[in-house]
């Protein structure tokens, strides 16, 4: 059975800090890009993060260049989101996806259908 599971969403202060986890089971997680995604009230679902399969290469949507980091530890298969500086605009729930092809190609294009397998999403709210 495949899963991904989302946690560490939670209410932050803005400039302050989470770190999302996604933990895998089910599939061939070396090899597969592991994407963030959120998605804020009124909004679409949009990538933002994502991490490639085998070499791990790291791609991020401008808006969250140089705060966010992007990390993954095969022996866990967890892939990490640090959220450093957050803003108001980052309030959504965040969700991890799969593609099993490797590449990061789906989720920097936003290509939602692409993604074989979702997480159910961890909220995180920044508000003072």
């Given at each position: 059975?495949?899963?991904?599971?989302?946690s560490?969403?939670?209410?932050?202060?803005?400039?302050?800090?989470?770190?999302?986890s996604?933990?895998?089971?089910?599939?061939?997680?070396?090899?597969?890009?592991?994407?963030?995604?959120?998605?804020?009230?009124?909004?679409?679902?949009?990538?933002i993060?994502?991490?490639?399969g085998?070499?791990?290469?790291?791609?991020y949507?401008?808006?969250?260049?140089?705060?966010?980091?992007?990390?993954?530890?095969s022996a866990?298969?967890?892939?990490?989101?640090?959220?450093?500086?957050l803003?108001?605009?980052?309030?959504?729930?965040?969700?991890?996806?799969?593609?099993?092809?490797?590449?990061?190609?789906?989720?920097?294009?936003?290509n939602?259908?692409?993604?074989?397998?979702?997480?159910?999403?961890?909220?995180?709210?920044?508000?003072?």
């Amino acid at each position: 059975e495949v899963k991904l599971v989302e946690s560490g969403g939670g209410l932050v202060q803005p400039g302050g800090s989470l770190k999302l986890s996604c933990a895998a089971s089910g599939f061939a997680f070396d090899t597969a890009a592991i994407g963030w995604f959120r998605q804020a009230p009124g909004k679409e679902r949009e990538g933002i993060s994502c991490i490639s399969g085998s070499v791990d290469s790291e791609y991020y949507k401008d808006s969250v260049k140089g705060r966010f980091t992007i990390s993954r530890d095969s022996a866990k298969n967890t892939v990490y989101l640090q959220m450093n500086s957050l803003r108001p605009e980052d309030t959504a729930v965040y969700y991890c996806a799969a593609d099993k092809g490797t590449f990061c190609r789906n989720v920097m294009g936003n290509n939602l259908w692409g993604m074989d397998y979702w997480g159910t999403g961890t909220p995180v709210t920044v508000s003072a």
